[in-house]
């Protein structure tokens, strides 16, 4: 049975769709059958694998109109990752789906008819607070949060945690936090380390050990469609990326990577 993972912040720009991708990229490389759901109306995950939101049918069919999400799944050019994609209707869905009795367990439902068909499943979230959004941690074993390494980096994330609570205490009991991702590093910048240490003095063993930095090829790869280890396998955000994918693993006991051979070293000039 496929683990599901809600990537969530309320807060937009903190690296959620990069993560999304990229981890279910390699996921995908590292031969774990992965599924990427997209549950943001900005499509972004979509458009981040090489597809056309405007031109493909999407979430919004599975949640409305109660088509099977197998009909709706996409193969992306690496062989072991899927995407349910997503589209600017999925805007209107929460409206339609407000007086609906079982409104926070729709992608629920819908995710159970697939769960025995992947090993991941990694649902990008969109940045807020909505109906969508509860679907997705209805639906999930857990969810990660991604922060930023900058000023504001623990504005919200408070109220992140509330709702998180309150889903675990009225709709997903087994819901748990699977961690806290630092994004967005600039070893340059004197405030990044101290967001870092800030946040990993607050969370403690909720922070990944792994740490995303600031590369251009991680922004360049959407641009062709491609996630980042299809793109730049030697690039930073590359080898970033793949760290934290068997971090992923290490956690869930998936591998038996020994602690010497966890992290691929990165080299400064990439």
């Known amino acids: 049975m496929g683990k599901i993972i809600a ?16 981890l279910g990229g390699c996921l995908g490389v590292l031969e774990y059958k992965t599924l990427i759901v997209d549950a943001d109306p900005q499509a972004n995950a979509t458009s981040g694998v090489g597809l056309d939101p405007k031109n493909t049918k999407n979430i919004y069919d599975c949640l409305i109109n109660e088509v099977h999400p197998k ?27 407000i007086n609906l009795p079982n409104r926070e367990q729709m992608l629920k439902v819908a995710l159970e008819k697939i769960r025995n068909e992947y090993d991941f499943i990694i649902i990008d979230c969109s940045p807020s607070l909505g109906l969508i959004t509860v679907n997705a941690l209805s639906a999930a074993d857990s969810v990660m949060v991604p922060v930023q390494c900058e000023y504001f980096a623990l504005e919200g994330l408070g109220k992140l945690l509330n709702t998180i609570k309150i889903v ?9 936090i699977e961690g806290i991702l630092l994004t967005m ?12 240490e800030e946040v990993k003095t607050h969370f403690q063993e909720l922070v990944f050990d792994t740490v995303i930095h600031r590369n251009t090829k991680l922004g360049e ?6 996630t980042i280890v299809m793109h730049d396998a030697a690039s930073k955000g590359s080898i970033n990326y793949l760290n934290f994918a ?8 998936l591998t ?4 010497d051979d966890k992290k691929i070293e ?3 000039e990439l």
Do not use: C
């Not at 590093?185 to 870092?196: I, M």
């Open 7 to 22: 990537i969530a912040n309320q807060k937009g720009g903190v690296g959620k769709t990069t993560t999304a991708i990229n």
């Open 71 to 97: 009909e709706l799944i996409v193969q992306t050019e690496n062989p072991n990752l899927d995407i349910l994609p997503s589209h600017i209707d999925l805007v209107g869905a929460e409206l339609e789906m």
């Open 168 to 176: 675990q205490g009225r709709l997903n009991p087994q819901l748990e």
């Open 185 to 196: 590093y600039d070893t340059r910048l004197r405030l990044a380390n101290q967001v870092v």
């Open 221 to 226: 790869a959407p641009s062709f469609g491609e």
């Open 246 to 253: 068997r971090e992923i693993l290490q956690k869930n006991n």
């Open 256 to 259: 038996k990577i020994g602690n």
């Open 266 to 268: 990165i080299n400064d």
